[in-house]
C-alpha cells in the first residue's frame, strides 16, 4: 500500500524567510511524485510533477526535488499570497496504480 | 480555457438521502477521478474512469457509484447518505490514467 507523510503539519514563516517542507513516501514503483496548492475550501492547484530521482523543478519561489524515499519542496523568500496548503501525492504502479495517494498536507503561514 | 468544473458547489442532504454529484473535464480530457476531502485530512481516492469504463476504486461502501457519459463528463452518486459523508468531493480530469491530474473547485456536501 502507498504511503505519504508530510511534515511538518503546519509551518509559520515571517516574509522573505525561506524553508522547506518534506514529504516522505512509500510506493511499489513510482510513477511520479505531484506537489499541489490548496486554499481554503477550494480545489487543490497542480504545482509540479517529479519522475525520478534527481530530478528539480522551480516554478517562482517554489522549487521541488525528489530522491528515492524523499520529495522536497524548497520556499524561497515567501510572500503572504504564498499561504496555504501544500499536498504531496505519489501515483505508483502497483494495483491499484491509476489512484493519487496524498499526505495531509502542510499548513504554511506567511506573517507579513 | 475552461477548467474542471463541478456541480454544484454547496449541497445539504438530510441523512438516508441520495445525491449527485457533476464534472465536467478540461476539454480533451479522457480520464476523470473522484476523491473525498474530509477536513484536516488530504484527498482519499474514489473512482477513476477512462474512456468511459471504470479504471480504480478506491476503499469506499458500495453506497458510492460513478459513471462516465460519451463526452467524458461524469456523475458520482452516493445513496444512503451518512454523517461521515460530509465532505469536500474532488473531481480531477486528466488526458489519460497516468498523467497529471487537474482538480475541479470541489462540491461541498454537508449531511445533517
Redesign the interface.
Known amino acids: 500500500e502507498d504511503q505519504v507523510t508530510q511534515s511538518p503539519e503546519a509551518l509559520r514563516l515571517q516574509e522573505g524567510e525561506s524553508s522547506s517542507l518534506n514529504c516522505s513516501y512509500t510506493v511499489s514503483g513510482l510513477r511520479g511524485l505531484f506537489w499541489y496548492r490548496q486554499d481554503p475550501g477550494k480545489g487543490p492547484e497542480f504545482l509540479f510533477t517529479l519522475y525520478s530521482a534527481g530530478e528539480e523543478k522551480e516554478k517562482e519561489r517554489l522549487k521541488a526535488t525528489l530522491t528515492k524515499k524523499e520529495s522536497f519542496l524548497h520556499i524561497t523568500a515567501p510572500k503572504p499570497e504564498d499561504s496555504a496548503t501544500y499536498l504531496c501525492a505519489v501515483q505508483g504502479s502497483g494495483a491499484g496504480s491509476y489512484q493519487l495517494t496524498f499526505g495531509k498536507g502542510t499548513k504554511l503561514s506567511v506573517i507579513p | 480555457d475552461a477548467g474542471?468544473t463541478?456541480s454544484p458547489t454547496h449541497l445539504i442532504k438530510t441523512r438516508g438521502q441520495h445525491v449527485t454529484l457533476r464534472c465536467s473535464p478540461i476539454s480533451g480530457h479522457k480520464s476523470v477521478?473522484w476523491?473525498q476531502q474530509v477536513l484536516?485530512?488530504?484527498?482519499?481516492?474514489i473512482f477513476?474512469y477512462?474512456e468511459k469504463e471504470e479504471?480504480?476504486r478506491?476503499n469506499f461502501p458500495d453506497r458510492f457509484s460513478a459513471r462516465q457519459f460519451p463526452n467524458y463528463s461524469s456523475e458520482l452518486n452516493v445513496n444512503a447518505l451518512l454523517l461521515g459523508d460530509s465532505a469536500?468531493y474532488?473531481c480531477?480530469s486528466s488526458f489519460s490514467?497516468?498523467t497529471?491530474?487537474?482538480?475541479?473547485?470541489?462540491t461541498?456536501l454537508t449531511v445533517v
Open positions: 474542471v463541478q477521478s476523491y484536516g485530512q488530504g484527498p482519499q481516492f477513476q477512462y479504471r480504480g478506491g469536500l474532488l480531477a490514467t497516468n497529471e491530474a487537474f482538480f475541479g473547485q470541489g461541498r
